[in-house]
């Protein structure tokens, strides 16, 4: 069921929001456009965005898991070719050739390998003609494989109706050349200052609430390249941000649980047991009370996600299980258990991890990773609605959720904004 669900108003907007901080920013002076590649952030995504020069407005995205290190406009088609890569740390140099159309917004992925191409350089000759510039393949024996590359020269009739995976090794066969890496971070950040003299780079949102005087405090995730931003700054639109400042992990990890009557944790038990149990602290002194085990499937390890206590007191929360290979697949899930025992009433579950979870009187509220916002019935886990948020039509990826009120809902989202949402 598709979701009623509106954007109000947009608290903490700012030109280039998109592509947080930015690491490339190629021009495309004769059609206005600025296209602005961001260094990885939430998820350990980087994210591409294509602006008009003139009113600074995003006309398409795309996500990719590697970091971005070309752009390139063809001469005339709306499209924008984009490499991205990275060394495994071991062997391989792995990426993607990507064409993005700005236009409609769709993304092809052109490497038939699966492992792909570190891809460091791109440039048009022609309407037809992309020359890519590229990693070795890996650095087995390859003591010049981090300073050179290979280039090849690939040709289509008309890029526009190019097929997914069509661009094999043969086509990728080329003459050995010096390959640097140039850092483009600086540029870019002249680039966008000399277009927007108040841009500002921000980290994802991780929490997200209304204060009793109607502002919205959002909390973000620490930027480690940043200098530190004690206190909360105010902006014009009523948007409060707190930076934060402290990570800390121990044997007993906190759980966010809201509108909890206790204070609840995951805990390793101190026996050695590798079973983690959803434990309560004692209010009177340091020590845990262990509810029941955090895994109701035997032989399963089920890592926490954020949830709620219901009025009768039973919990509602995310959570996820992975094997060697990550997460499995249906590994994402929200769960109603029983206060008593631990028993799941109902479970719901996805491929893609959820990011944070609020309720209402009858509705579990539940964002995703993958960008889409879920209704549940509380009482028996079913879809009620999904909506993919948007803002000015460019898709938005919500981290952090908070049902302020009846019919509304607060979602702070990967590039630091805010979303006022009305859900009826």
């Known amino acids: 069921m ?19 901080r930015p690491a490339l920013a190629v021009p495309d002076e004769g059609r206005g456009l600025l296209a602005v590649a961001g260094e990885r952030g939430f ?3 980087a994210t591409v965005g294509v602006y008009g020069t003139g009113d600074l407005g995003c006309r398409a995205v795309l996500r990719t898991r590697f970091p971005v290190h070309a752009l390139a406009f063809h001469p005339h088609a709306p499209l924008l070719a984009v490499g991205t890569g990275a060394y495994d740390g071991g062997y391989f140099f792995e990426g993607e050739l990507l064409l993005l159309d700005w236009e409609t ?37 390859d003591r010049k494989a981090h300073v050179e590359g290979h280039v090849a020269v690939l040709r289509r009739p008309d890029w526009r109706t190019t097929a997914p995976r069509s661009v094999t090794p043969a086509d990728l066969a080329g003459p050995r050349v010096p390959a640097p890496r140039p850092d ?32 919205v405090l959002a909390t973000l995730a620490r930027d480690e390249d940043a200098p530190e931003r004690p206190g909360r700054t105010a902006l014009a639109d009523g948007l409060l941000l707190r930076h934060r ?28 047991r590798e079973q983690y149990w959803l434990s309560v602290r004692s209010p009177e002194g340091p020590g845990v009370r262990p509810l029941f085990p955090f895994s109701w499937e035997p032989g399963e390890t089920h890592f926490p996600g954020p949830g709620v206590e219901t009025e009768d007191g039973d919990l509602v929360h995310t959570g996820t299980v992975y094997d060697g290979r990550g997460l499995r697949p249906g590994g994402s899930f929200v769960v109603r258990r029983a206060a008593a025992d631990g028993a799941p009433r109902w479970v719901f579950r996805t491929d893609h991890v959820a990011t944070d979870l609020d309720a209402d009187g009858d509705t579990a509220h539940v964002a995703y990773r993958d960008g889409e916002l879920l209704a549940l019935d509380l009482r028996t886990g079913t ?3 999904r909506h993919r948020p948007t803002v000015a039509g460019v898709p938005a990826v919500p981290t952090a959720l ?3 009120g009846p019919g509304r809902l607060l979602v702070g989202t990967a590039d630091g904004r805010v979303l006022d949402c009305a859900t009826e």
């Open 105 to 141: 917004g769709a993304t092809t992925s052109l490497l038939e390998h699966d492992f792909g191409r570190k891809v460091l350089g791109l440039s048009w000759l022609d309407d037809r003609a992309l020359r890519v510039l590229m990693a070795p393949p890996d650095d087995w024996k």
């Open 43 to 45: 998820a350990r995504t």
């Open 184 to 215: 483009g971070r600086e540029e870019a950040r002249r680039a966008l200052a000399a277009l927007s003299p108040d841009w500002e780079p921000r980290r994802h949102v991780l929490a997200v609430e209304e204060l009793p005087d109607g502002a």
């Open 402 to 404: 908070t049902v302020p």
């Open 245 to 272: 400042t402290t990570e800390y992990l121990d044997r007993q990890e906190r759980l966010r649980i809201r509108h909890g009557s206790r204070d609840y944790v995951n805990e390793v038990p101190p026996d050695g």
């Open 383 to 385: 879809v009620r609605r």
């Open 2 to 20: 598709t979701s009623p669900l509106r954007v109000l108003r947009v608290l903490g907007d700012r030109p280039f929001a998109e592509v947080g």
